[in-house]
């Protein structure tokens, strides 16, 4: 099974309802329309700027984290340093047991949605429909969910191992 047939069944398993963009080349947003094509989202254009449909969108914040783990062995590693220059120094090593492995993590940061759906747009989808400026097999994306930082490892062979490493700068103290 490919790297992308491997991330994009694994994440419909663990996430129904929600379809992936991956590789995520594109900055996908509310209003966005295309097809599902092999279980994953594929952009052509957005309805608001493409098609002049307008819509109202509301941004609900929250916070969270989810993990989904297939095939995956994950181990956090100790190995962390601190200078007095206030640069930390951690990393993670995931090991993957079995081919196929997904690691997927993400921190949540905000629902971004689109309002009245049913009574503003689906009637102008409806009209382009009826003059032939749309096609029964587009979707639209109605909600997306925004992540602080999403870290996703994706292996085929049995026994892989990744070490992510990372420095950042820690805030000083008052």
Do not use: H
Request: proline fraction near 3%; charged fraction near 25%.
């Amino acid at each position: 099974m490919s790297i992308t047939n491997t991330y994009i069944s694994k994440f419909r398993k663990n996430f129904p309802g929600y379809f992936p963009n991956f590789p995520a080349r594109d900055n996908i947003c509310v209003g966005d329309f295309g097809i599902v094509n092999k279980g994953c989202f594929a952009k052509i254009g957005n309805i608001k700027t493409d098609l002049g449909i307008d819509f109202e969108i509301r941004k609900i914040p929250f916070s969270g984290r989810e993990v989904m783990e297939s095939n995956c062995d994950t181990s956090f590693s100790s190995q962390g340093e601190a200078k007095f220059d206030g640069i930390i120094k951690a990393s993670v090593k995931l090991s993957m047991k079995k081919a196929d492995s997904v690691y997927f993590s993400t921190v949540l940061s905000s629902l971004i949605e689109m309002e009245n759906v049913f009574g503003s747009i689906y009637p102008q989808i409806l009209d382009l429909y009826k003059a032939g400026r749309w096609e029964k097999k587009y979707v639209i994306i109605s909600a997306i969910e925004k992540t602080k930082n999403t870290v996703i490892v994706v292996t085929e062979e049995t026994g892989s191992e990744v070490i992510l490493c990372s420095d950042f700068n820690a805030p000083a103290e008052k």
